[in-house]
């Protein structure tokens, strides 16, 4: 484990806290996203379960949580309402009728034409070049890995 040492009183300075620093850059993140997806009629949130469903149909709301790091109940009312507009639909599995699998309906399918090229606005307003950006995301996996890993060992 490594330490900070700092100057006394240094420590409790809200711009010296990394908390502060990723929470401040989600939020501004989030602003920047809002107007891109309200193009989409899509929030933040139903955002990340399409893209997660794009890349691969037929998770369940479970296997959706764990991809996305969120708990299955925070989940639930987004694919309803994602349900509710059309996008997606909820089928059970013939070989298991308890199983709940999410695929994309017609309409969720061409969405994604159009949310194409909402990565690369984003990259161009963030100021960073490609390899900054993939050098800080793998940064803060690791450290969400790790933070990840002490919250499961306590």
């Not at 194409?116 to 940064?139: N, T």
Request: hydrophobic letters at 35%; aromatic letters at 4%; proline letters at 3%.
């Amino acid at each position: 484990m490594t330490t900070m040492t700092t100057t006394p009183g240094k420590a409790l300075k809200l711009g010296e806290q990394l908390c502060f620093a990723l929470y401040s850059t989600s939020l501004a993140m989030s602003k920047l996203y809002k107007p891109l997806l309200s193009e989409l009629g899509l929030t933040y949130p139903q955002y990340l379960i399409m893209l997660v469903l794009w890349e691969q149909e037929g998770l369940t709301s479970s296997e959706l949580a764990k991809q996305l790091t969120q708990d299955l109940g925070a989940l639930s009312p987004v694919v309803k309402r994602l349900e509710k507009e059309g996008l997606l639909q909820r089928k059970r599995s013939r070989e298991d009728e308890r199983v709940v699998r999410l695929f994309l309906t017609e309409a969720g399918k061409k969405l994604r034409d159009s949310a194409e090229s909402i990565p690369e606005q984003v990259l161009c307003i963030s100021g960073l070049g490609m390899e900054e950006a993939k050098a800080l995301r793998k940064q803060l996996e690791e450290l969400r890995q790790a933070l990840s890993t002490r919250e499961k060992s306590e």
